[in-house]
């Protein structure tokens, strides 16, 4: 199955030409021969470590080009480049060519940012791209997205040489070809793999040079996928520290909208019919073995240092238990979780602000003293799946009179849980497959339920035929097909 991209979704190309006309004064794209000829006033530039972006405009241009584009999509006009400022000082400045595209989940942000790339490039020439994203997962996600619209978008701009790689520290000569090469590079990192200075990219090599040194030389323009999880000051700084030409922050849950150049909320989607109405159903619990359950006890602040008291579950001989930890700052929650999985995305200690009270992992979370995050007991993720099955059933007897199907999704934190193998390879079910099945028969047995799904249960949450008109979809917490 091949997939097929469109090309003309109206509030895509809309999102692509806030971008493009903030540039509006810059220099337009040369063929490569005159550049090598006429590098003044280019909109790319050489130097001793290679090829990078060069902006020609103003910043006092660039403010001009942002009032005229939020004029013209409806949004509050800015009086000035919006900075952001260090929550330490308060003074310290991060750029302020630091731009917002807010996009609901579901309308395509990744596609519109692949093809704002391919656009500035068309269009004015530049060259160098990183894609900063919070998580490994994402990241991967994001490479996925490359590869899969690589043809489409070739097809679209009449065949661009274009590289994209993503950041392997085994494979530091990809920096040094992303910054030599005159081709369109695209460089995807997770954004814990340069914001600490004991980061290889960050350390001084037999060359005598710090990798990161090659990404800015190019003054790449940084693309910030889901920017909320970086407005720590130490991610921001990172950021800051690629030294990019402008940054284009991605999402559909900002925190902070910095200048902000275009915008597609909730309702606006929903009105377009771009997204379907969700309804959520909730419940809480106070404890929890599968999710990141961290409680903060205590700030301490001692003559040296700050420390942290705070209760995770850790890997322990017995089996998983709840265990008090010192933290420092720096400390990754990994490390002293004796390795669990939960932890591993993000949870290293960034910051410890005495005066409000809190605590701000690397990930972007917070936690205020005596609060606690996380918490899902096996009895609570039970009635989860069985809640679910009941409103499937329910939601099914209205709409499947009209011909609509009925999609019920669950998310799930590792395969292990819904599927495990044996020995031999043979498939076992796993508690959520042992849940749902037990949920789903007494729904189905029911004689108000009656032939509404006429299936075996067996069959029900596996991978389905064209014509079924109802069936449970299980996806884990990469957002893929399990089955």
Not at 176 to 205: C, H
Not at 262 to 271: E, F, G, K, M, T
Not at 347 to 356: G, H, P
Request: glycine letters at 4%; charged letters at 25%; a neutral charge.
């Amino acid at each position: 199955m091949k997939l097929q991209f469109s090309a003309t979704q109206d509030y895509q190309l809309q999102a692509v030409k806030s971008v493009i006309d903030l540039f509006e004064g810059q220099p337009l794209a040369k063929g490569d021969f005159k550049i090598s000829f006429a590098m003044e006033g280019a909109s790319i530039a050489f130097s001793e470590k290679g090829i990078g972006n060069n902006l020609v405009i103003s910043e006092e241009q660039i403010l001009q080009n942002l009032q005229i584009i939020q004029q013209r999509n409806n949004l509050e006009i800015s009086e000035n480049l919006v900075a952001s400022y260090s929550s330490e000082d308060k003074k310290t400045e991060y750029t302020r060519l630091n731009f917002t595209i807010e996009m609901e989940t579901g309308t395509g942000k990744t596609y519109t940012f692949l093809r704002t790339i391919y656009e500035l490039n068309k269009v004015y020439g530049f060259k160098k791209f990183v894609i900063v994203v919070p998580s490994v997962a994402i990241r991967e996600g994001t490479v996925k997205n490359l590869q899969i619209t690589h043809e489409h978008f070739q097809d679209l701009y009449e065949c661009p040489p274009i590289n994209y790689v993503m950041y392997d520290s085994k494979n530091l000569t990809s920096l040094k070809n992303f910054a030599t090469s005159n081709a369109i590079q695209v460089l995807v990192i997770n954004i814990d793999s340069f914001s600490k200075d004991s980061n290889i990219i960050n350390t001084v090599r037999e060359t005598g040079v710090k990798p990161i040194e090659y990404i800015q030389a190019t003054n790449e323009i940084a693309i910030i996928d889901e920017p909320q999880n970086m407005e720590t000051d130490v991610r921001r700084s990172a950021i800051q520290n690629l030294n990019p030409l402008c940054t284009l922050r991605y999402s559909a849950t900002h925190r902070n909208f910095y200048n902000l150049l275009y915008s597609l909320n909730p309702v606006q989607a929903y009105d377009l019919g771009l997204v379907k109405q969700i309804e959520v159903d909730g419940i809480t619990s106070d404890s929890n073995y599968n999710a990141a359950f961290i409680q903060v006890k205590k700030i301490e602040s001692g003559k040296k240092n700050l420390k942290v008291k705070v209760a995770i579950y850790v890997n322990d001989k017995g089996g998983v238990t709840q265990k008090d930890i010192t933290l420092a700052l720096g400390e990754d929650l990994f490390e002293k979780s004796n390795r669990r999985d939960i932890y591993k995305d993000g949870f290293i200690l960034n910051e410890i602000r005495v005066s409000d009270r809190e605590i701000e992992f690397a990930n972007g979370l917070i936690i205020r003293e005596g609060e606690t995050q996380g918490g899902l007991t096996d009895e609570v993720m039970k009635f989860q799946i069985e809640r679910t099955v009941q409103a499937h059933f329910e939601k099914l007897k209205k709409l499947k009179p009209q011909g609509i199907k009925v999609l019920s999704l669950f998310f799930i934190d590792k395969v292990a849980n819904y599927r495990s193998y044996d020995l031999n390879g043979n498939p076992e079910k796993g508690k959520f497959a042992l849940w749902f099945e037990e949920a789903f028969i007494k729904q189905a047995t029911k004689k108000a339920n009656a032939d509404l799904i006429p299936f075996e249960v067996e069959k029900v949450h596996k991978r389905q035929s064209e014509n079924n008109r109802s069936f449970i979809y299980l996806r884990n917490h990469w957002d893929r097909p399990l089955l």
